[in-house]
């Protein structure tokens, strides 16, 4: 039977050519930890990760390399932002689109004494930038907010987020984890002082490895939470005090930033556009194959603009885990099925708690796939 691979917005298969070779090359030819050792091979490995660093600074239209923080993932940054910056009788406005990968930090800084309040979007996951504004207080010291919903796709308002946080003085954190190498972002032109990214979604880089780009200005008022060996000022038994070191305690995942470099090295020869253009042809074609399916209720846009290449479906007259089952071992067809990690998001939208079924589509997916899962629902839902 052939696989066809909807779950890009869990993690993107296939990776950008190049990667698992680079990957293995490392492996094969020696992982020298970088920082420690002091010979040729470990200098080429340092080489290697500073050049990842500035093409991450480029991408996002970053001013300093030495901010590009790598971490194990953007669940793992964001742990580290928003518990190591916030502290106890701050305010922080979230979204009511966001992964838990945002809120659950969030709940457990509110037990130390953290005001949290959280901006309600429409059952479409459309954020009026007002609402945020409305919920600024004096002692408001930052906004966390996702780029775009992991469960429908729907952007959040960046810019005008952005330029609320730059009135007020306060910091603007991102989880860029659903656009972040699918769709430009300038951290300068957005007013982002932390933008935190996972390499293994539309960036096409390896599992396990993340990271943040973080002002200076935060930077110096974020306390590291994980601190230990870093191979600089070995002296001290306190962290250092200078970037990236404050934030990069303990062995790092070579073999990881190695496989990003090089899906890095793919996107700027393929282009950001090229990509996200092909993944949005395809999922119009999804949207408007679904409007000839009774009872599939799509949650969110059903429009191109401002929005990823994400569709999540609410199959009315069915049970959302038996079309998701049939789907993949009758045809194949792999989805996510549930609340995708997201729980509030789909209070927003209106399909809390059953869930929906979610379509992710990626660079490797074909026209011909999406035509083929269309002829798949309509068989699943027209054979009850």
Do not use: W
């Amino acid at each position: 039977m052939k696989r066809i691979y909807f779950d890009n917005g869990s993690t993107s298969f296939p990776k950008a050519p190049g990667v698992s070779d680079a990957v293995k090359e490392l492996m094969d030819m020696g992982a020298f930890n970088i920082n420690r050792g002091g010979y040729e091979e470990a200098y080429e490995i340092s080489g290697q990760v500073l050049e990842t660093r500035q093409m991450l600074k480029e991408m996002f239209d970053f001013e300093l390399t030495k901010n590009v923080v790598f971490t194990p993932s953007v669940t793992y940054s964001l742990n580290y932002i928003i518990k190591g910056f916030l502290k106890p009788g701050d305010h922080v406005v979230t979204s009511s689109m966001e992964h838990n990968a945002v809120i659950r930090p969030l709940v457990q800084m509110e037990k130390t004494g953290v005001e949290v309040d959280c901006a309600m979007a429409d059952d479409r996951g459309v954020l009026d930038p007002q609402r945020v504004e409305e919920l600024i207080k004096p002692h408001t010291r930052a906004v966390v907010m996702s780029a775009a919903s992991n469960v429908c796709g729907t952007f959040l308002p960046l810019r005008e987020v952005g330029e609320i946080c730059r009135r007020h003085n306060i910091e603007f954190i991102v989880d860029s984890a659903q656009m972040a190498g699918a769709f430009p972002m300038s951290m300068r032109e957005l007013n982002i002082s932390c933008l935190t990214f996972t390499g293994h979604k539309s960036l096409l880089g390896p599992q396990g490895v993340g990271g943040m780009l973080i002002s200076e200005r935060m930077a110096e008022e974020t306390e590291p939470i994980i601190a230990g060996g870093t191979g600089s000022v070995s002296h001290l038994e306190t962290m250092p005090d200078f970037m990236p070191d404050r934030f990069e305690a303990g062995t790092m995942n070579l073999p990881g930033i190695i496989g990003l470099r090089a899906a890095l090295l793919h996107h700027k020869k393929v282009g950001m556009g090229t990509i996200a253009a092909h993944e949005l042809d395809l999922t119009m074609a999804f949207i408007n194959g679904l409007s000839e399916i009774k009872g599939a209720h799509i949650a969110g846009l059903k429009e191109r603009e401002g929005r990823a290449a994400i569709v999540s479906v609410d199959f009315k007259e069915d049970d959302n885990a038996r079309v998701a089952f049939e789907l993949e071992n009758k045809y194949g067809v792999m989805t996510r099925v549930g609340l995708h990690c997201a729980p509030r998001a789909h209070k927003s939208l209106g399909t809390y708690p059953e869930g929906t079924v979610r379509f992710s589509f990626g660079h490797g997916n074909s026209l011909d796939e999406v035509d083929f899962c269309l002829d798949a629902l309509k068989k699943i839902l027209g054979g009850k």
